[in-house]
């Protein structure tokens, strides 16, 4: 998703920089730190722990961030994403309860389709975003973001207790399983000798509960946060290292940690919340108005709604774009500067795209400037380099959609 769960702090940041989203860059001392079901298998095989979002997760491995990167570009990696929250929601009324807090249109989504959908608050910003998907008959699974999983989790929680007391069938489930994503163009080769499901017929955004490698009860569903062909699997967590083991026991198949994911989703264009989006920023002004569902912008029902279809008739002020530059990377919070000089915007991520070998960054800027292929300027330590608006993704996506 847009799946702003891992916020990765990069290798050797310069000194005084903050570190690229919400990690530490100093080892993981453990205290205080949640651990996922494959702590120790990170730590067995050269994970560098660092602590994020409450978490000990794997920055790289033995192979660096940027041959990591390039293995999932060209093969196949495995990230833990289990700090991610997967919640169930059952009920007759589970799709007006989704509806009341999303923009996306829940009730047309087929049984085993998601969609990446984003909770919006009534000023119109987005609270998080998250993969809702109709799971079976009678639930729905949702994956939120780690950073957000308290805020999710009270917005959840608060408005089922307002429709449960006017008599609404709502009850809500978190869940525990671990959450594996499977990653890269040899991804279908490799999970497909582990599934006794045709995984051809499972296409984007849809979502199947099978046995994987002989572990039962798994959901995988095909998504992911890399722009390349892949799958989310959640995996009870009792088994998750066992599963693992089985996956990484293919040469195809590295392990890959958070600085890989951060600089995979950057130049796959795929929003961080916390830096390209937050409860500030409206679908509007992030470029995100593909996730409001035509139905729900006809009715108008979800949280912020008069805002937001305001800026759909009138135009944002202020656009998420891509840029371009060479020189310097660009980092979170770098001025972007005008053909005048004047500072018309700021940067929210950043980094030098390992496949492209030059700087790739997304940023906010007055709308006049938006369009992709004008000159503008980025100040990195005080000197001023060329950069150029980009239309995104960077690097072209292989998402496996129906023919």
């Known amino acids: 998703m847009l799946r702003a769960g891992c916020r990765a702090a990069l290798p050797r940041r310069p000194p005084g920089r903050a570190p690229l989203s919400g990690a530490g860059g100093a080892e993981a ?5 949640k651990r996922t079901p494959l702590d120790a298998l990170h730590r067995a095989r050269g994970g560098r722990m660092v602590p994020f979002a409450g978490w000990s997760l794997p920055l790289h491995y033995g192979q660096g961030h940027l041959q990591s990167h390039l ?23 589970r799709v007006r309860f989704m509806e009341s807090l999303v923009v996306g249109d829940i009730a047309e989504l087929k049984l085993g389709q998601g969609t990446l959908t984003l909770i919006t608050n009534e000023r119109g910003g987005i609270v998080d975003d998250l993969i809702v998907t109709n799971a079976s008959e009678d639930h729905l699974y949702v994956v939120s973001n780690a950073g957000c999983a308290e ?6 929680r608060s408005r089922a207790a307002e429709l449960q007391a006017t008599g609404s069938d709502i009850h809500l489930e978190t869940l525990d399983n671990a959450l594996l994503a499977l990653q890269g163009p040899s991804m279908a080769q490799v999970l497909q000798a582990g599934l006794p499901d045709d995984l051809a017929k499972l296409t984007f955004m849809r979502s199947i509960t099978t046995t994987v490698f002989g572990v039962p009860g798994c959901r995988v569903t095909r998504c992911g946060y890399t722009g390349e062909d892949g799958v989310e699997i959640s995996v009870p967590a009792g088994r998750a290292v066992e599963l693992a083991e089985q996956l990484l026991a293919v040469p195809e198949v590295w392990p890959a940690g958070l600085a ?24 509007a002004e992030a470029a995100l108005l593909w996730t409001l569902g ?7 029902d979800f949280p912020g ?7 759909v008739k009138e135009k944002p002020k202020r656009r998420r774009v ?8 660009v980092r979170p919070h770098t001025a972007i500067l005008g053909p005048e000089g004047t500072p018309i915007g700021t940067v929210t991520s950043g980094c030098p795209s390992p496949s492209l070998g030059k700087n790739v960054a997304m940023g906010y800027v007055e709308a006049a400037h938006s369009r992709a292929g004008t000159a503008l300027t980025v100040e990195v330590r005080k000197k001023q380099h060329p950069a150029l608006v980009t239309k995104m993704p960077f690097v072209p996506t292989h998402y496996y959609v129906a023919k």
Not at 29 to 33: F, M, N, Y
Not at 71 to 93: A, E, N, P
Not at 268 to 281: P, V
């Open 29 to 33: 001392a453990g205290e205080g730190l």
């Open 71 to 93: 293995h999932t570009r060209r093969h196949c990696s495995l990230f833990d994403v289990s700090h991610m929250l997967q919640t169930r929601v059952y009920g007759r009324d």
């Open 151 to 156: 805020k999710d989790l009270a917005v959840m």
């Open 260 to 283: 890989a994911r951060d600089s995979l989703r950057l130049e796959a264009g795929l929003c961080l919340y916390g830096n390209d989006i937050d409860e500030t920023t409206t679908p």
């Open 294 to 300: 035509k139905r729900r912008r006809a009715t108008m």
């Open 305 to 311: 709604a008069a805002i937001i279809m305001a800026q």
């Open 322 to 329: 891509g840029l371009t530059s060479v020189g310097p990377p």
